[in-house]
């Protein structure tokens, strides 16, 4: 199933269960599985540090495009049950960050990592600053997903049913 738009096809942006007009696509990229999600709210799935228990690893990367609020793209990244680290890749204290947080080293490390690219950088370009933020962020834990499979590929897509 190949989706051109943020809502999955036949589903309306209307109300209803918080499952309604969810889609997922999933796909593999090496040693990680991943899912694209469309629509929804992220947290309706439930907090994600339970599902890093037993050693996973579990990387989020919010990105609400279609938000009519200046929403930053959020990453956060769990592992075995704890929060390691979490931020904005805009890095401008907005929507409740303040840096980097989640556990000391780790958090820490990567806000090293932000401050040495040169971010914050209020005169920056919100663009640019998200995407020099993302590529610290993949650096630093070895992430690397494939764009073109992705955007413009063919993934296996499921759609959650109403619990």
Request: glycine residues 12%; hydrophobic residues 40%; proline residues 7%.
């Amino acid at each position: 199933m190949s989706w051109t738009a943020w809502r999955a096809p036949g589903k309306s942006d209307t109300y209803g269960d918080s499952s309604d007009g969810i889609g997922l696509r999933l796909g593999r990229a090496g040693d990680w599985t991943y899912s694209v999600a469309y629509s929804g709210w992220w947290g309706e799935f439930g907090p994600l540090a339970p599902v890093s228990r037993g050693g996973a690893d579990v990387c989020l990367l919010e990105y609400e495009e279609e938000n009519g609020k200046p929403v930053p793209p959020q990453f956060a990244y769990f592992h075995d049950g704890r929060l390691l680290s979490a931020c904005n890749l805009h890095l401008d204290a907005s929507w409740g960050y303040q840096g980097v947080e989640g556990d000391a080293a780790t958090a820490a490390r990567l806000q090293e990592l932000l401050s040495a690219a040169g971010l914050p950088d209020l005169e920056l370009n919100r663009r640019e600053a998200y995407r020099t933020a993302l590529g610290v962020v993949e650096d630093f834990f070895g992430l690397l997903l494939p764009k073109a499979p992705i955007v413009n590929g063919t993934l296996p897509a499921v759609l959650p049913e109403p619990t």
